[in-house]
């Protein structure tokens, strides 16, 4: 049953699928926008079996075992994520992980990033790995204090004080409904919407891995299967953070049958893609690392305070 | 017999000093005496851990006999209570394999024998002082201690900054232990006695002015020694200075020591914690300290004082952890204690072996050392994952527990002021991520300079300590229960529960009969808000693992697939890219790293810089100033 | 494989004719990107390497070695005319002569500059052999 879970349903398989549909409706859909007919939407999985098929080579200055096993590992702690997070209410190993857990279980796929970029050896991969960490520290204020506000804002409701527990965000929705009818959330989920494409990379705030300006940033001597596993890591990562945000914000849906619970919570998904990934990629340029810096520290951050602040009053 | 294993674990190590000083000039004999004194010191610890965590009992050992008569205590004693011992293990854990580390480490300077009867002296100096019951002997023991610390970071005197940093350590260490011995003075006089069993059931309701001073010198004293802020510039010239085993004493051990002299200060002898401001200020202090120290070690050039910042950071976190004054708060910080002592240990290892190796911390010079240094670039990074708190590693459990301790206690209080310190332990975490990747990048991956091509792997015998020290650090990380069972439970119930300590020490019944109550006991339960559950994740983690190895095996035949170069190949193809250009060293500078953060931060790092000038004078007048504003602080609130 | 080529270009001298060209290919007027093709930033993440302008002496050794770190299996497209033949540059003291005497050229797409649909069409070919080199390596 567990290597059902881990392989199939919610692990490996279905955030390999769910991911890569994402990346490729977003793809698809930043082309429609600027009038243009774009890939097609398994353009990804082409990408991915593609690259599965190419040579890797392991340059001379790179440490070898760091650079080869880096992206698995990112891989690893994504589909474990994936585990954790209730999709569509069910969770597959509820009371091993809480909000906390997921927290940093959601840097471990950036650090693995960050490590395959030290071992490439490359000088571009050394300045795209500040980037990315300079990036990290950015977003994870407000993502700290949007989670400490739901933890707070749940807690008052279940009568524990704070709880930062899944299970009970899920039975918190599901009896009161899902949490961004709070007016008192709406600031923290508009500033969720904001760290998404951060935590993804996609523009504005693709600083680390700015193609033109430093040749990829740390996947720069990455080629073959480690380099097939990094952009699934990418678009995993696109699903986890949707997943993320309605299981948070969006859940306390349930029509009885499970599949198309599934279904519904994967179109929801889509649908924050479009809302948070798509449309800022289409209609925004690359902002430098420390403007990222700033933006998060002051202008999102400020709104997860305000957040925390107005559920600290009780409203 | 068990009765007498306390003194013998102090005696062992100042025997072996003073027998290091006989023999010094044979290196095997002295090398001999030096490892069976640790490992005796160690071994007698050990001995203590049944009767005392398991079974609950405390020992009391009054020096030459001495009871106390007609209930008065007149002599020395050394108690060993649940408290005591867990600071006791983690002193003999961290000396032992520092000291073993020092043997290979040490091989290449001279006058040895000097260096290891301070060692001695030095591990002594904290093993009396964690061991002892009765005031003046933890004031003779810090007094040890001190210039046993301030003679090793002078030890290498030939290296630039040495002795300026020990005469810093000196001044700042005297200005802490003569705040200890005035503070105890003050006691004496007002109570004529030094035991602390005694002295806390007399200050019980009892407080006066002249003892509310008295426990603001003692507090900031001890305050000195656990290097906290504003305390703590002169911890990273100490800590840069000084041979790396011994920055793991200073760094680890020392600042474990003044935690445990402030634990039983407040905790027990005043019995205060109760008292919100007394927390807010301690909250205060460690939420400075975390953040300070961590800002301060992301613009730092060079290795060891960036890890001695992190330590002032990490012994913020402990602190912050103590002040809640909640049983959750006191579980964490003690937990971080030891994990902090385990993971900043093996840092400051990897740190001296990198010294060994290469002859420099300076991360603008150093790079791509793990090639050639593969071990040590692994070990490493399970420091850098521990401290940073990633799981399935010991920080993140202490850290976990911390984040649900002050949350907690801003619901218990409604005070939002808590929940912010959460907030800031989580960036903290963070920015202590990003720091000591910066670290790993300029350190042990990126590009190998010219001059590096030939370092060799560390030596065996200073493999050793460190990968035991990781070892513990993985287990700690993944057996948190048995950690909590046998070492921090016991502790925070020694800590919550004074009455047991001093029925233990001056016979039961006393408490009652002088102060006419029996004393309370604080809750020592308490509810987690999340759960946690390590080995199952990482059970999965490696099932997962498996899994993706099968399937990128299966996804292009990896073996076959994957080429590099012959070992002395000059084929291009596996030159690192560079638009075209041939191959040349440009290894971005450890300093230039993280550019866009300290730009935005540049108005607090340009203010942080002129603040911390290197005159001993400001950080002395530092200290003056935190005196007094707690003086008058304490004296507002009681 | 043939279904998600990825292009690097290299310009070895080029008057940036071709190179507009190529870069107007990725428009939304001819839009290769329906067709999988991305450009990358990195001759590792390759699969097709695009060359353009005649191979200039100081581009030579940049050109040779970049080359050399593409991954196999990979497909060479020379861009215009001068790779092809140095168009009117040749004998030039500086121009060291048309692309196949460095690497084995797949598709040649000659023009000065050629049309973004004789582009489209030589980068389609290249998919289509780059898919049989992938299968030749079977």
Redo the contacts between chains.
Sequence with gaps: MILFYVLIFPGFLFCFIAGLLLAGIDRKLVARMQRRIGPPILQPMYDFFKLLGKETIVPRAASRKTFLIASTIGLASLVATALFIPIAGFSAFAGVADIIVILYLLTIPAVSLILGGAASGSPYAGVGISREMVALMSYELPLVIILLSIGKAVGNAMGGGITFSFTEICAYQMSFGPIISKWSMIPAAIAMLFVIPCEIGSRPFDIAEAETEICEGPLVEYSGTPLAVFNLNHAIKMFIMTALFTSLFLGGFSTGIFALDVLIFFVICVAITVISITLLRAVTARLKVEQVFKFYWSVVSGLAVLSLILVWLGL | MIQHFPILAIMVLFLGAFLTVLCGKNKVLRNIVVFAAMLASSVFIAFLIKPIMIDGEVITYWLGNWSPVADYAIGICLVVDQLNLFFAILVSVAVLLAGVFSFKYMSRDDTLEKYFTLFLMLSGGVMGLVLSGDLFNMFIMVEILTFAAVALTAFRNRSEGALEAAFKYLVIGVIGSSCILIGTTILYSQFHTLNLAQLSVLLHNNLQPATILAFTLLLTGFAVKAFVVPFHPVEADANAAAPSSVSVIISCVLTKAGIYGIIRIVYFLFRSMNLAPLQFILVLIGTLSMFIGVTMALAQKDFKRLLAFHSISQVGYVMTAIGLATALGVTGGLYHAINHTLFKGLLFLCAGAVFYATGTTNLDKLGGLAKRMPQTAALFLIGAFSISGLPPFNGFVSKWLIYQATYEKAVEFGNIGYAFVTIIALVVSVMTLASFIKVSQSVFFGQLPDEFKEVRETPVPMRIPMWIMAALCVGAGLLPQYMMRYLINPAVYAVMNVGNYIGSVMGPGYAEKIAGQTVEAYSSEFALAGYWSPISWLALFAIIICAFFIVSLSGGKLSKKIHSDSPSGLDPKYDTFFSGEANEHSQVGGSDLFWGFKHNLRHYFDFMHNAHSGVISDYALWAFCFLSFMIVYLFIIV | ?S????IYH?NTGSCNGCDIELVSVI???Y?A????FK???????A?IVVVSGPITAQ?K??????L??I???KVVVSLGSCPRSCNVFKGSYSVEGPLDKFVHVDVSVAGCPPKPEAIIDGLALAAQIMKQK?RGQK
């Design positions: 494989m279904k998600s080529p990825w290299i428009t939304p007027r839009d990107e329906r067709l999988g450009l990358t930033g990195t001759p590792r993440h699969d581009s050794d940049r050109l040779v070695r970049t050399a770190q991954p196999d299996p992938k």
